[in-house]
């Protein structure tokens, strides 16, 4: 063969070798993107359950020091009038129900299913101890809602740190 045709021939195997090193690394560098975009996603999921778990924490304190508070004062008049379930005062009132309905919004941003059942459990235990009929009820549902409390706090802080970046083992 002459030497135009080999230099021809060379040419075209030189192209064929840009341009499939120019797909490689275009299909790499579109591979790497997309790693890039699912981490970022991954991430900011992340943080919105930090945050959200962070925010509930110091509300669900509240909610249940509410609680607590309502079941205290009941218990108070109980031993004073041996009447159970006096009305509490509005600002008692206004306050539960802000913080109930708080905690119940968070709650349901929570994707954790375990986690948001066990604060499920534990608000319901509070409603029951807060509309009980007489003070044994209360008294147990209390005694429930607060074993509930220890449980679910101990939930929130495990699933708080899985929300956080851990290496590889």
């Not at 509300?59 to 108070?76: H, M, N, T, V």
């Not at 129900?97 to 929570?110: F, G, P």
């Not at 209390?142 to 851990?166: C, F, N």
């Amino acid at each position: 063969m002459e030497a135009v045709t080999w230099g021809f021939i060379g040419t075209i195997i030189g192209a064929l070798a840009s341009i499939a090193t120019t797909a490689i690394t275009s299909w790499n560098s579109h591979i790497l993107s997309n790693k890039a975009k699912e981490h970022e996603k991954k991430e900011a999921a992340n943080a919105f359950q930090r945050e959200t778990i962070l925010e509930l924490q110091v509300e669900l304190l509240e909610y249940f020091r509410s609680c607590c508070q309502i079941y205290r004062d009941d218990k108070i008049n109980f031993e004073n009038t041996e009447q159970w379930g006096r009305p509490i005062s509005e600002e008692l009132n206004v306050q539960n129900r802000a913080l109930n309905a708080k905690t119940s919004i968070l709650v349901q941003r929570v994707v954790n299913d375990e986690l948001r059942a066990s604060l499920q459990v534990l608000k319901d235990n509070c409603t029951k101890c807060l509309m009980a009929k007489d003070e044994p009820e209360a008294t147990a549902y209390h005694l429930i809602a607060s074993d509930d409390y220890i449980k679910a706090s101990e939930l929130l802080g495990k699933v708080l740190r899985s929300t956080y970046w851990q290496p590889s083992a």
